[in-house]
């Protein structure tokens, strides 16, 4: 399998590159008034309103730094605990630092963590290699309950 890699401080993770649309540079996006902290707003892509997740804010409560490496990963996410399968995947932008490399790994080279919490259910196994860790972000189990209510199904921006 291919992962994309990213960094939340100096820890590594990684998500699945089969849910990756597109790793598009820090665009600017629209801010959204008195909104969750981890909803840093909404892009335009491709014509599509996509709602923009910052995945340190979401992670460690600290937004992410504005750095050339960091980068805004379009994924497909399908809530998976209450996926109607006649659903099209929701377009989810997710900012993410230090975005600079895929690795190839088995699935059987991630083991479990050993440690589970119901708030960070995104968090899967782990594989080590000579950089340290690396952890597998489940992108389908990302978003808590609070931000998952606040999105829509109909992502097109009007003509």
Not at 37 to 65: E, F, K, T, W
Not at 70 to 83: A, G, L, M, N, S
Request: aromatic content about 6%; charged content about 20%.
């Amino acid at each position: 399998m291919l992962f994309l890699v990213f960094m939340l401080g100096p820890d590594r993770y990684a998500l699945d590159a089969r849910c990756v649309v597109e790793v598009l540079p820090l665009l600017n996006v629209k801010l959204l008034p008195q909104s969750l902290p981890a909803i840093a707003g909404i892009c335009n892509y491709r014509g599509v309103a996509v709602p923009v997740i910052d995945l340190n804010q979401l992670m460690s409560n600290r937004p992410a730094a504005q750095r050339f490496s960091t980068r805004i990963v379009i994924v497909e996410y399908r809530d998976t605990e209450h996926h109607n399968p006649d659903q099209a995947p929701l377009l989810l932008g997710l900012i993410a630092e230090q975005v600079k490399e895929t690795v190839r790994r088995e699935a059987s080279e991630f083991v479990a963590s050993g440690v589970s919490a119901s708030d960070t259910r995104y968090l899967g196994p782990l594989a080590s290699d000579a950089s340290g860790l690396l952890q597998w972000i489940h992108v389908d189990k990302l978003l808590p309950p609070d931000i998952r209510a606040l999105l829509q199904s109909d992502q097109e921006l009007p003509a």
